[in-house]
């Protein structure tokens, strides 16, 4: 698999490809034909806008990246290294950095995976000289993208966990679930037949160095939630749906009124 890097300021609008990464796997990931060759599955960039995150579900790693602002080139760092079999599909950031008990403030990362159906929460340490990002794992930080005490879904191998985001307010953490049963013939309104998934959120325990606290589960408003998104306002959510039980050939969407409390 490649991943490319783009220079995208000329005045015309053309893309200018700059450099690209090449990915193999030597053989099969515990979670065998999901993970039969690297994955990129999202980049994104960190808060400061100095490192790129390529999140690889195939080969269970989050690939770190340094930003040459001067160049626009990429400079590989020490990659974070996912649970083996779990599939990390997205992730995102604390909006502003958190107060640890140690007396320094970190901002946290939120890994979600997708096979295991589980959200891994990381400090995040910046090395001196763009020399990479240490990643620690926060103790007790492994959470179910599902409601406490749901089963995992048998999913034959395909993803639980999809998206994942951070409210505007910064205060919660919001995941779309695939294959969650629980809503389903709740209502006629979910198509098809009643059908829809979960959407599961979080408090972001400011107080606690990033814990992730249960909130509640919400109907994601039809079947197969794979992304969503929220607006500037934080008070709608769209969630992007396919229906493989059907045998749909095209998406719908579905919105959604937010209050937090």
């Known amino acids: 698999m490649r991943i490319p890097a783009v220079d995208v300021t000329a005045s015309n609008g053309t893309l200018k490809p700059l450099q690209t990464f090449t990915y193999t796997l ?9 993970q039969a060759a690297p994955h990129i599955h999202e980049a994104r960039t960190d808060p400061l806008g ?3 995150f390529a999140i690889d579900l195939g080969a269970d790693l989050v690939r770190v990246y340094a930003v040459n602002h001067e160049t626009l080139l990429l400079d590989e760092r ?16 604390t909006q502003e950095p958190i107060l640890f008990p140690d007396g320094v403030a970190s901002y946290v990362f939120y890994l979600a995976a997708e096979i295991t159906g589980t959200i891994t929460a990381y400090r995040v340490t910046y090395l001196p000289n763009l020399g990479g990002l240490q990643l620690d794992e926060l103790s007790n930080g492994t959470y179910s993208s599902l409601e406490p005490g749901t089963p995992t879904p048998a999913t034959g191998g395909k993803g639980i966990t999809g998206e994942i985001r951070v409210s505007p307010d ?10 969650d049963a629980r809503f389903n013939g709740t209502t006629d309104q979910y198509p098809p037949d ?22 509640q589960a919400s109907p994601a408003g039809g079947s197969i939630a794979r992304t969503y998104d929220l607006n500037a306002a934080g008070n709608l959510a769209t969630a992007l749906l396919m229906s493989p039980f059907s045998k749909a050939t095209a998406a719908s969407i579905a919105l959604a009124f937010i209050t937090w409390k």
């Open 50 to 52: 100095q490192y790129v």
């Open 170 to 179: 910064g205060d919660f953490l919001i995941v779309s679930n695939r294959r």
């Open 26 to 34: 030597p053989s099969p990931g515990p979670a065998g034909d999901r």
């Open 78 to 93: 020490p990659a974070l290294n996912a649970t083996p079999g779990s599939g990390p599909r997205h992730g995102v950031f």
């Open 194 to 215: 009643g059908t829809s998934d979960s959407m599961s959120i979080f408090r972001i325990r400011q107080d606690l160095a990033g814990r992730l606290d249960f909130v």
